[in-house]
């Protein structure tokens, strides 16, 4: 399924139907009076968070959503039916812009949660309302409200506790699917995952978090270069972010070092947005089954000069794994508890 996080559509919703005027013709009811009734109420176009959906894929191809119209009045004091409201489901985790004005009309976070994108138009009143003792047989009506019409932008923020972040190829991919039921594409050769992955990581007496598999970045992401860019806005969420390094210039023979691609990574995230580079994170060096054993003791130097606790990793053997997992926990738990309390 394509990862589709960003759209534009037009909700309108349904009109009002027209007031009715209409006299009543009964046989031994000489003068019957005004038995116009009212239109019905139009339909809305209501958005639902939907835990089932994670794209907004469906949205990209139907651009258009048009709620039913109200009944008009009918005779015999008969009012028109409202008409049906139009649900729209979304992923959990959509943004609704306005796209006029840019402002944020809803955050649909939490599974069932509604909004009213566009309210139906009122129903005309029919002639039975404008009977008076002057005038007894009023030949007035209302027609009905039209409904609302908005054009909106849709941006979906993917809902995960922990982010992990890395250069193209670090070992995102294969770390999320070793630890979750989530099945990105990993492979014994370099390429880089266009899509964001989440998945559910359990852990032992029923622990568990949401973790998210953030596409690699590149220098220069913030300002638009490569893929990364488009998908630093999923990173907002987290309350934990986790920093996937390798050491390039053992395994690849390509010039930097772990700790210039943590500094290049940081100063992205910083870029894009100052809170994001003082959120709590972790540092972890992947692929260490790959490394001669002189140059981890090297690198373990170099961090623990530069002042960095690095947790070290294989996510293809599972060396590390465990003390990662229940670290990665043990800091979500003080970041919860630091929480101040929803009102």
């Known amino acids: 399924m394509r990862f589709i996080d960003e759209v ?33 109420r139009g339909g809305a176009v209501v958005f639902v968070a939907d835990p089932g959906m994670s794209t907004l894929l469906d949205l990209k191809y ?27 489901r979304v992923p959990c985790g959509t943004l609704v812009y306005d796209l006029a004005g840019g402002e944020l009309l809803a955050d649909l976070v939490t599974a069932g949660q509604t909004f009213v994108a566009a309210r139906g138009g009122r129903g005309g009143h029919g002639n039975m309302h404008y009977a008076t003792s002057t005038n007894q047989a009023p030949r007035r009506a209302d027609p009905g409200e039209p409904g609302e019409c908005r054009e909106l932008r849709l941006e979906l923020k993917l809902l995960a506790e ?10 995102k991919s294969t770390l999320i699917s070793r630890v979750s039921a989530a099945r990105p594409k990993v492979a014994d050769y370099p390429f880089t995952t266009l899509v964001p992955n989440l998945g559910v990581v359990g852990l032992s007496d029923e622990r568990s978090f949401v973790m998210a598999d953030i596409p690699g970045l590149i220098e220069g992401a913030s300002q638009g270069a490569g893929l990364g860019h488009r998908f630093l806005k999923h990173i907002h ?13 053992a395994l690849y023979g390509e ?14 995230l910083s870029a894009h947005a100052e809170e994001l580079a003082a959120r709590p994170a972790l540092v972890v060096l992947n692929k260490v089954d790959l490394l001669a054993p002189e140059r981890r003791e090297e690198l373990a ?29 043990a800091l979500l738990v003080k970041v919860r508890s630091e929480e101040p309390p929803a009102s």
Not at 62 to 72: C, D, I, K, T
């Open 255 to 268: 010039p930097g070092t772990p700790l210039d691609d943590l500094a290049v990574l940081r100063g992205e």
């Open 237 to 249: 969420r987290t309350r934990v972010v986790v920093f996937l390094l390798d050491d390039r210039r």
């Open 162 to 171: 922990v982010g992990l972040v890395g250069l193209p190829n670090a070992g």
């Open 301 to 329: 130097r170099d961090f623990s000069a530069a002042g960095e606790r690095v947790h070290t990793l294989s996510g293809v053997t599972g060396e590390g794994l465990p003390a990662l997992l229940e670290a990665i926990w």
């Open 62 to 88: 139907q651009r258009s959503y048009r709620a039913a119209s109200g009944e008009h009045g009918q005779g015999r004091d008969r009012f028109g039916h409202a008409g049906d409201d139009l649900v729209v």
């Open 8 to 40: 534009t559509i037009q909700v309108q919703a349904g009109d009002g139907g027209k007031g009715c005027v209409a006299f009543r013709r009964e046989s031994h009811v000489p003068k019957g009076g005004p038995s116009g009734g009212d239109g019905g």
